[in-house]
């Protein structure tokens, strides 16, 4: 019973003082570089739901699609038992809008733990005897002996969890609202440029998804001039603005005028 007692103050203990596993193992940029990086907007407090069953690389390309741009991200296992509260504190201290986590039941760890048991000493009194007025009287003094610590060998058993979490930034309008990267190598041997951008994601509510561009078009040119990516077209054209963009689709060379944002 006090084997048993001693394992559950433990727990109790290394619960009590675990740190945040968001924050130890988070990588990826904090508040003030997330508001330096153009097309970035940090919030306050963010939301906090699962993360879906998606690799990283997918589920930035999936949250492009409403509007979030990933900050960074955490990936670690453990025993402690990490919460919502726990990504919603990491996810306001670096400026997050969305927090998606999960926790996976990885494997029963068991071994055998040396933990220290304190034996205090014995306390004794003693009685002597003294004259007061010449009439004897008996007084009590007490003494503590020293304790001792020994190991004792507790079996343990703990649950080991996998954790992952990724924060998301709001991603500011841009001209098109695509996601783009190097065009494969028998487009460019055709057309004999290392031009030209093969969408990867469209954001929802970006221009080139209301045009009808679609994930594996290639956007060639925008007003004449070589596409490279969506940030550089934003030095280039100016929200409202209609622009003559021509994509490539199933060998065939298209155009279309697009509203920018």
């Given at each position: 019973m ?24 988070y ?10 990086r153009?097309?970035m ?10 993360m ?8 930035e390309?999936?949250?492009?699609e409403?509007g979030y ?9 453990g025993?402690?038992r ?8 990491q996810?306001?201290?670096?400026g ?30 003693s ?14 003094s007490?003494y ?11 079996p343990?058993?703990v ?23 190097e065009?494969p190598?028998?487009?460019m041997?055709?057309?004999?440029t ?8 469209l ?14 078009d ?12 969506d940030?550089?077209l ?12 021509k994509i490539y689709r199933?060998?065939?060379v ?8």
């Amino acid at each position: 019973m006090k084997k048993t007692a001693v394992i559950f103050a433990l727990a109790l203990m290394c619960v009590s003082c675990a740190p945040n596993g968001f924050h130890e193992y988070y990588r990826g940029l904090d508040r003030a570089s997330a508001m330096l990086r153009p097309g970035m907007s940090v919030c306050e407090t963010p939301l906090v739901d699962t993360m879906p069953n998606l690799n990283l690389h997918d589920l930035e390309l999936k949250m492009y699609e409403s509007g979030y741009g990933l900050l960074g991200s955490a990936a670690w296992a453990g025993t402690a038992r990490e919460t919502d509260a726990d990504a919603l504190d990491q996810g306001k201290e670096i400026g997050a809008c969305l927090v998606l986590w999960s926790a996976d039941f990885s494997h029963v760890e068991s071994g055998v733990s040396a933990v220290p048991v304190y034996v205090p000493g014995p306390t004794v009194a003693s009685y002597r005897k003294a004259y007061y007025n010449g009439r004897p009287y008996y007084y009590r003094s007490f003494y503590t002996y020293p304790g001792y610590t020994y190991y004792d060998s507790v079996p343990y058993s703990v649950r080991v969890f996998n954790y992952t979490g990724a924060f998301f930034a709001r991603l500011r309008p841009e001209p098109l609202g695509v996601r783009t990267t190097e065009p494969p190598e028998d487009y460019m041997k055709k057309f004999d440029t290392r031009s030209g951008g093969l969408v990867t994601a469209l954001r929802k509510d970006g221009s080139a998804f209301r045009a009808n561009i679609f994930e594996g078009d290639i956007i060639i040119s925008v007003n004449g001039r070589p596409f490279a990516s969506d940030e550089a077209l934003a030095a280039t054209v100016r929200p409202g603005e209609k622009a003559e963009v021509k994509i490539y689709r199933d060998g065939k060379v298209l155009s279309k005028d697009i509203i920018m944002y």
